[in-house]
């Protein structure tokens, strides 16, 4: 990314990050406990999730509605996925097979193959933008690429992690209740991570590129 003028002081917005996430924790732990739906971890993760789209909407205008458009809507897209509308208006979500292979109506087909167009567009461009400007500065063991990598590493485990009983279960494997909601905790714990590190990488770049 090239430096932008645009990457000014962020220390007060950074201060409300850090208790906007701690005011969500808080929250969702007295709404719905730590690890049900809208607890404490999913109502944090989502907050994260915002204030890096905030972050970059506010303090990198010219990079958000610009050439880097597509990193603030894959954060938005994660912000709708963390809350489950990919599958909370139809029976199948759109990232299923079953959408598109069953009898679905066909408006949902297209609505789905078109969340999945952008998806994939976000993603394209974020390897073809962003990749190689990603990689030399994991090389440089820059701050803000480091945390990128753990946090990727973070989603991928908890995406892992995600329903594992039921994936074990085939091979005659079957959790308890302690470690099913053992699991649940570890992914929903990976999540606020991955979110996080999104945010943190974000607050690093500016700080080293302001």
Same mark, same amino acid.
């Given at each position: 990314? #090239?430096?932008?003028?645009?990457?000014? !002081?962020?220390?007060?917005?950074?201060? =409300?990050? $850090?208790?906007?996430? /701690? *005011?969500? =924790? *808080?929250?969702?732990?007295?709404?719905?406990?730590?690890?049900?739906?809208?607890?404490?971890? @999913?109502?944090?993760?989502? /907050?994260?999730?915002?204030?890096?789209?905030?972050?970059?909407?506010?303090? %990198?205008?010219?990079?958000?509605?610009? #050439? @880097?458009?597509?990193? #603030?809507?894959?954060?938005? &897209?994660?912000?709708?996925? @963390?809350?489950? +509308?990919?599958?909370?208006?139809?029976?199948?979500?759109?990232?299923?097979?079953?959408?598109?292979?069953?009898?679905? #109506?066909? $408006? &949902? !087909? +297209?609505?789905?193959?078109? $969340?999945? *167009?952008?998806?994939?567009?976000?993603?394209?461009?974020?390897?073809?933008?962003?990749?190689?400007?990603?990689?030399?500065?994991?090389?440089?063991? @820059?701050?803000? *690429? /480091?945390? /990128?990598? %753990?946090? =990727?590493?973070?989603?991928?485990?908890? !995406?892992? $992690?995600?329903?594992?009983?039921? !994936?074990?279960?085939?091979?005659?494997?079957?959790?308890?209740?302690?470690?099913?909601?053992?699991?649940?905790?570890?992914?929903?714990?990976?999540?606020?991570?991955?979110?996080?590190?999104?945010?943190?990488? &974000? +607050?690093?770049?500016?700080?080293?590129?302001?």
């Amino acid at each position: 990314m #090239p430096i932008h003028d645009d990457a000014t !002081k962020i220390r007060p917005y950074g201060d =409300f990050c $850090v208790w906007g996430i /701690i *005011a969500a =924790f *808080a929250f969702g732990w007295w709404k719905a406990g730590l690890i049900n739906e809208g607890g404490a971890l @999913e109502l944090a993760t989502v /907050i994260a999730l915002v204030l890096t789209f905030g972050l970059f909407i506010l303090r %990198l205008p010219s990079l958000a509605m610009g #050439p @880097e458009w597509h990193l #603030p809507a894959l954060t938005l &897209l994660f912000v709708l996925r @963390e809350l489950d +509308f990919d599958k909370r208006f139809m029976e199948v979500g759109v990232l299923k097979l079953r959408l598109y292979s069953g009898d679905a #109506p066909l $408006v &949902l !087909k +297209f609505i789905g193959a078109m $969340v999945i *167009a952008i998806v994939l567009i976000c993603l394209y461009r974020v390897v073809r933008h962003n990749g190689r400007a990603f990689l030399v500065a994991l090389r440089a063991r @820059e701050g803000w *690429a /480091i945390t /990128i990598a %753990l946090g =990727f590493v973070s989603g991928v485990v908890a !995406k892992s $992690v995600d329903g594992l009983g039921r !994936k074990l279960a085939p091979f005659g494997v079957e959790l308890s209740e302690a470690q099913g909601l053992f699991t649940i905790f570890v992914e929903e714990f990976l999540e606020l991570g991955f979110a996080t590190a999104l945010l943190i990488s &974000l +607050f690093l770049w500016i700080r080293g590129y302001a």
